[in-house]
């Protein structure tokens, strides 16, 4: 896997021009953060592209574990940034609004790494079932797993509506399984097992224990619904509280800070 020659990096030049557009001042700030890192790491790479990417035989055989940190903030070219991070704008600013920015973070850290793991464990199913050892040797990189991933959460957090997918309306609770499809069909050299990992993973934490898992060793107590705009904090949805536990939790998580 090696990344083109440079020259002129087009979709770098409209991915810079989507940010100015939406406006610095209206991106929240893990969101800008997660943007920023990955653009620098795509003109400032820690590594060449082979010693970064995610593979079950480079990085469980060969125990190189620092991938799983690697691989999601590397992009192939300037095309496959633009597209992963002007999606990363749209879900990013919607769930940081919704969920608060260090929870956001937080979820942005775990699937990270989590969506590596499941991908490793999809690419040696398919080995194993299929009797073909190039699945182990398939190397990834790029966001688009935790993409699939917030967008599974987006749906979540937001449900009704539809999605247009290619001409063909679908709900927007199945719309992440059409578009993994449609991805692959249309874009053979995406990683099917990458995206599926970030749908899995998604659903791990909307549907499954995931949640309960980040919360508790996170540390932080659920919060409650409150129609009011809240600041960029810590906040973990949950059933619904009075006024006063309401208000008393939100002195507790003010004295945090």
């Known amino acids: 896997m090696?990344?083109?020659?440079?020259?002129?990096?087009?979709?770098?030049?409209?991915?810079?021009?989507?940010?100015?557009?939406?406006?610095?001042?209206?991106?929240p700030p893990v969101t800008?953060?997660?943007?920023?890192?990955?653009?620098?790491?795509?003109?400032?790479?820690?590594?060449p592209l082979l010693k970064v990417c995610i593979s079950v035989d480079q990085s469980y055989y060969?125990?190189?574990?620092?991938?799983?940190l690697l691989a999601p903030v590397h992009h192939a070219d300037d095309?496959?940034?633009?597209?992963?991070?002007v999606s990363l704008l749209w879900k990013g600013i919607k769930l940081e609004h919704k969920l608060g920015s260090i929870l956001f973070g937080y979820i942005i850290a775990v699937f990270s790494v989590l969506i590596?793991?499941?991908?490793?464990?999809?690419?040696?199913?398919?080995?194993?079932?299929?009797?073909?050892?190039?699945?182990?040797?398939?190397?990834?990189?790029?966001?688009?797993?935790?993409?699939?991933?917030?967008?599974?959460?987006?749906?979540?957090?937001?449900?009704?509506?539809?999605?247009n997918i290619m001409g063909i309306h679908v709900s927007r609770r199945y719309a992440c399984w059409l578009e993994l499809v449609a991805i692959h069909l249309c874009s053979p050299g995406t990683s099917f097992a990458g995206h599926l990992a970030g749908i899995l993973v998604g659903l791990m934490y909307t549907l499954g224990p995931l949640k309960m898992l980040m919360k508790a060793?996170?540390?932080?107590?659920?919060?409650?619904?409150?129609?009011?705009?809240?600041?960029?904090?810590?906040?973990?949805?949950?059933?619904?509280?009075?006024?006063?536990?309401?208000?008393?939790?939100?002195l507790n998580r003010f004295e945090r800070w």
């Not at 800008?32 to 590594?47: C, H, M, S």
């Open 2 to 27: 090696q990344r083109r020659q440079r020259g002129v990096d087009v979709g770098l030049i409209l991915l810079l021009s989507q940010v100015f557009q939406f406006g610095l001042e209206n991106i």
């Open 32 to 47: 800008l953060g997660t943007l920023a890192l990955n653009v620098f790491l795509f003109l400032k790479p820690l590594k």
């Open 62 to 68: 060969q125990k190189d574990w620092q991938r799983l």
């Open 79 to 85: 095309w496959h940034l633009y597209f992963n991070m």
């Open 116 to 163: 590596g793991i499941v991908y490793m464990v999809l690419e040696f199913a398919l080995a194993e079932l299929l009797s073909d050892p190039s699945y182990k040797m398939n190397c990834a990189v790029g966001f688009s797993g935790v993409l699939f991933a917030l967008k599974v959460l987006n749906n979540h957090h937001h449900p009704g509506g539809t999605s």
């Open 217 to 250: 060793t996170a540390g932080f107590s659920a919060g409650g619904h409150s129609n009011e705009r809240r600041p960029y904090g810590f906040w973990f949805p949950s059933e619904q509280l009075s006024e006063e536990e309401v208000r008393r939790q939100r």
